[in-house]
């Protein structure tokens, strides 16, 4: 159902699960900036919260995360104390402000962790900020996980999980470094359903070195057969430049651009077959899911954890590198961990770089999100900068999308196309080829 225009997907672009993007960050916003931004969250405001974990048993060639080896009993401690006493920090900075309906693990893996560590976490955060049920989410390595694992979940109310699946392909694991049996996968999702998750996500990739389409729908075939709630289809983005990790994949062997569109084709069109309904560009969710049903009623976001129904203005970070994002400001906190650790076992607010958003920045942060949501965007005060027309005109004259009274929506053909027509909205993106993964 996609038609592939090659010279509309050359230039390398963000993916945009925030405006301005982290590309924008630097030293001129960070914990001061932070503490103000605290500090005006209102009594009642919804707030959500992001806890990262940054450590893995094992670590995967591809992978983008800032994550290290789950290898030394002391260094995960260590961390815990730090998450611990920034945890405290942020919420004595609250005051007691702010309602917390959401709370996401990430990481690398949460499930690094022991499980008493997590439950121990998660009675850090009830006690440290206003919350009643808030949703809980997290995010989980099946070559780490145990029935344990799925006890302590089922304890502590989680009801949505994401899985590091990629592909279930055995010589394609092993050229990225995660060889996961397909046993293994099926055992944690029967565990999860078994204590009480109700959503389970699969994260899957293309364009990964040595898969081709035939590769691809066999990877779609078990995933669906295991029928998870949710699933993300991304394009593998290869840029040993900036993860040297990378540099033990055989890029000789990786998809040209025309084969990876064609992988994405297929994705869309055998996920939609089986039942799913296409979110934004790389999403997908069955129909009941909160997800499709957010973005029938035009209430899809998207944040730093892709598309979402969840509409907090407030995300708050907790961990090394984790991001938190205000109506006028997105900040990340301290990298290096062992800056980090100093920073908050001092009682200090970690937060070392990120970008202020002025009004400009907020407005085409919007225009970005609605476009990428399937939203139909007010774009007429933007359409009179030098060449954005003439940018534009071929994704309208392909039918990729439509203009109608000053307002932009992507049609279905155009979905891959998205965040490339997102980027023609970014006040900020020059030639930064080396910066950013293909557009597809």
């Given at each position: ?18 405006y301005p993007?982290a ?16 500090e ?7 707030v ?7 450590f ?17 009993a ?13 945890i ?41 900020f ?70 389970i ?20 075939d ?21 993860l040297?990790?990378?540099r ?9 651009q025309?084969?990876?569109?064609a ?31 957010a973005?029938?009623?035009?209430r ?10 969840d ?23 301290e ?38 949501c ?16 003439d ?20 049609t279905?053909?155009?979905r ?9 909205f ?12 293909t557009?597809?």
């Amino acid at each position: 159902m996609w038609t592939y225009f090659p010279e509309l997907l050359a230039r390398p672009v963000p993916r945009y699960t925030s405006y301005p993007t982290a590309a924008e960050f630097s030293p001129a916003a960070g914990a001061i900036d932070q503490v103000e931004a605290l500090e005006a969250v209102a009594p009642d405001q919804p707030v959500s919260l992001y806890v990262h974990i940054p450590f893995c048993q094992e670590i995967c060639w591809y992978c983008g995360c800032n994550t290290g080896r789950a290898n030394r009993a002391q260094r995960l401690s260590a961390y815990l104390d730090a998450l611990t006493a920034e945890i405290r920090t942020v919420a004595t900075r609250l005051g007691g402000r702010g309602k917390v309906n959401r709370i996401a693990f990430g990481g690398g893996s949460p499930n690094a962790l022991a499980p008493a560590e997590f439950l121990a976490l998660l009675a850090t955060l009830r006690d440290a900020f206003s919350t009643d049920r808030p949703i809980l989410s997290i995010e989980l390595d099946p070559r780490s996980f145990t029935p344990d694992w799925a006890v302590a979940l089922g304890e502590a109310g989680v009801s949505r999980a994401s899985l590091g699946v990629q592909t279930f392909d055995p010589a394609i694991q092993a050229a990225i470094g995660r060889v996961q049996p397909r046993a293994l996968i099926g055992e944690t999702v029967a565990a999860l359903r078994a204590n009480g998750v109700a959503s389970i996500n699969f994260d899957l990739i293309y364009g990964l070195p040595g898969q081709d389409q035939a590769g691809l729908s066999a990877t779609l075939d078990e995933a669906i057969a295991l029928a998870p709630e949710r699933i993300a289809l991304f394009g593998y983005a290869h840029v040993p430049h900036l993860l040297p990790r990378q540099r033990r994949i055989d890029a000789s062997n990786l998809p040209g651009q025309d084969e990876r569109f064609a992988m994405a084709t297929l994705g869309h069109e055998r996920l939609t077959a089986a039942g799913y309904e296409a979110i934004g560009f790389d999403h997908f969710a069955l129909p009941d899911d909160a997800l499709a049903r957010a973005q029938r009623e035009g209430r899809l976001h998207r944040n730093f954890q892709g598309f979402t129904e969840d509409d907090a203005q407030v995300l708050i970070g907790l961990g090394a590198t984790a991001i938190s994002a205000f109506p006028d400001l997105l900040v990340q906190n301290e990298k290096n961990s062992g800056r980090y650790r100093m920073r908050a076992m001092a009682g200090q607010l970690t937060g070392e770089r990120g970008v202020r958003r002025d009004a400009e920045d907020r407005r085409r942060a919007h225009v970005i999100e609605d476009l990428l949501c399937g939203r139909i965007a007010t774009v007429a005060p933007f359409l009179a900068e030098d060449g954005l027309r003439d940018r534009l005109a071929p994704f309208l004259a392909h039918g990729l999308a439509v203009l109608e009274q000053g307002g932009l929506q992507i049609t279905p053909g155009g979905r891959p196309y998205g965040r490339a027509l997102a980027a023609l909205f970014d006040r900020y993106r020059i030639d930064q080829g080396q910066r950013f993964s293909t557009a597809i």
